[in-house]
């Protein structure tokens, strides 16, 4: 039953927020959440597989490989969490339920280069059909909504508890990755050596992970893309821009991405 209200709730676009708190927790399968736990979320195609890499390798200094099957079991989804008593414990959920959250990782990136990514991904995996224009405004398929409302969530969530949420950016992460990593390991309230951070950005590297990428979910295949920053501004037609924009101004504003556009004139 919880399988079909979930799969008819994806398919209609329609977020789990319309249920009660313990309805949400049961489909997202986190019956077994503990005050510890640490929740990475983002819109999907933020950098989540990239920060689950980061996060695998901080928990853990004896590892020193890790491929897209490995984190799965070291930074799990929420759903597939085991019971053992690390602490903290570091699950991935996309779902914008942050009142069910402890604490939280999120992801953020521009939302225009995720709809570049976005859009690839859901045609090449889901079988997505429509152009982009229609995409960028369709919640068919989209339980986790469109990239401003999981953005506004998690904006509200972080101004209401901010000593529970930590913030990267995509943009960020590509800059200086020493330092994001160093914040991730402060939030888990883990010690890193400057040694294990030059070690980890290499091990994580997005064109060394690219190019040895394996897996045997098919999903798995398109999950590393080129990662590019500002790739909308070259991809991107006007039309595409004007719609994202008019939909999405004030988040992309507050979290420091420029418009290129009046936002009103594609409203």
């Not at 008819?8 to 949400?24: A, D």
């Not at 699950?91 to 570049?116: E, M, Q, S, W």
């Not at 980890?200 to 190019?211: F, G, N, P, S």
């Amino acid at each position: 039953m919880a399988r079909s209200l979930k799969s008819w709730l994806f398919g209609h676009g329609i977020s789990l927020s319309v249920l009660r708190p313990g309805q949400r927790a049961r489909l997202l399968g986190q019956t077994d959440s503990r005050a510890s736990d640490v929740y990475l979320c983002s819109f999907p195609r933020s950098g989540n597989t990239w920060t689950r890499m980061i996060v695998a390798f901080v928990l853990d200094p004896a590892l020193d490989d890790v491929d897209l099957d490995v984190i799965d079991r070291l930074v799990p989804r929420s759903r597939e969490a085991d019971h053992s008593p690390t602490t903290p414990r570091v699950l991935k959920n996309h779902a914008p339920a942050f009142d069910l959250f402890p604490r939280v990782i999120y992801n953020v990136r521009d939302g225009r280069d995720v709809t570049l990514s976005n859009h690839a991904y859901d045609s090449k995996t889901i079988g997505y059909t429509g152009d982009r224009l229609t995409y960028i405004a369709d919640r068919a398929g989209r339980p986790f909504g469109l990239w401003h409302d999981h953005v506004r969530q998690a904006l509200a969530y972080q101004r209401r508890y901010p000593d529970r949420f930590l913030m990267l950016r995509y943009e960020d992460l590509r800059r200086d990755p020493a330092a994001q990593i160093r914040r991730v390991a402060d939030f888990l309230g883990k010690s890193v050596t400057d040694a294990r951070i030059a070690r980890i950005i290499a091990l994580t590297d997005l064109d060394r992970q690219r190019a040895r990428a394996t897996s045997d979910d098919p999903r798995k295949a398109h999950t590393l893309q080129t990662g590019a920053v500002g790739g909308w501004r070259d991809r991107m037609t006007p039309d595409e821009i004007r719609l994202f924009e008019a939909l999405s101004a004030p988040e992309l504003t507050l979290l420091g991405y420029p418009l290129s556009t009046d936002p009103q004139e594609g409203a």
